[in-house]
């Protein structure tokens, strides 16, 4: 079964600086695609940033980015000029099929005034 | 536009009892699925639906029914609750499946005792 890995489980940044949340995962399949989910302390999962497998480039949205290393299986969040509002839980998710979705454990990232 | 909307946010239920966790959006998504997240565990795929009709097991559908008998609701109904099943429960849609961008609802708080 694919797994996702997120070996931090606790991170921390000051305001305005540059912050890098790992993940690794495990996969067989060629053609998938991998998300990450911030979880803010309202509960509510809302997705950051997507990237399909297939594509070389790496996704951005805004302040976040991703580092995509396919033959890694990594796969990387930074966020940059970091936001007192970054403050959150941080998932990463890999799905290939519309089976399956599986998510890494979490980190818990603080953003410090 | 309301989103994913879950009813109720908390509910507190004795070993054996039934409910059903209420989940409805307003978007459209053929693509429905129910989530669990546990402490230090990223969430897992209990049931999702591809359609009014058709639903399907996740990694976890143990001790968990769905039905789907429109576009608009995806009720998950736990037949005879026990403690294991305490957790915070996550009801997504989204356009085409897992692979897409989902949409979360605030999630249901259930505590059994």
């Known amino acids: 079964a694919q797994t996702v890995t997120q070996s931090q489980p606790e991170m921390s940044v000051q305001e305005a600086e540059t912050v890098t949340l790992s993940c690794t995962y495990d996969?067989?399949?060629?053609?998938?695609?991998l998300f990450w989910y911030k979880q803010p302390p309202s509960r509510q999962m809302i997705l950051v940033i997507r990237q399909e497998a297939y594509k070389q480039q790496n996704a951005t949205e805004n302040r976040f980015s991703v580092n995509f290393q396919k033959a890694a299986k990594s796969f990387s969040l930074k966020i940059s000029d970091s936001q007192l509002g970054d403050a959150a839980m941080y998932f990463c998710a890999y799905t290939y099929n519309n089976n399956d979705m599986r998510f890494g454990a979490g980190t818990r990232l603080t953003v410090k005034p | 536009n309301a989103g994913v909307t879950q009813t109720p946010k908390f509910q507190v239920l004795k070993t054996g009892q039934s409910m059903t966790l209420q989940c409805a959006q307003d978007m459209n998504h053929e693509y429905m699925s129910w989530y669990r997240q546990d402490p230090g565990m990223g969430l897992r795929l209990i049931h999702y639906s591809v359609g009014a009709g058709i639903t399907d097991q996740g990694e976890v559908p143990n001790g968990y029914n769905v039905s789907r008998s429109t576009t608009e609701d995806f009720p998950l109904r736990l037949l005879s609750a026990a403690p294991s099943q305490t957790s915070v429960y996550f009801c997504?849609?989204?356009?085409?499946?897992?692979?897409?961008?989902?949409?979360f609802g605030d999630g249901t708080r259930l505590s059994i005792l």
């Open positions: 996969t067989s399949e060629s053609d998938y695609y």
């Open positions: 997504a849609s989204s356009n085409m499946g897992l692979n897409q961008p989902q949409h």
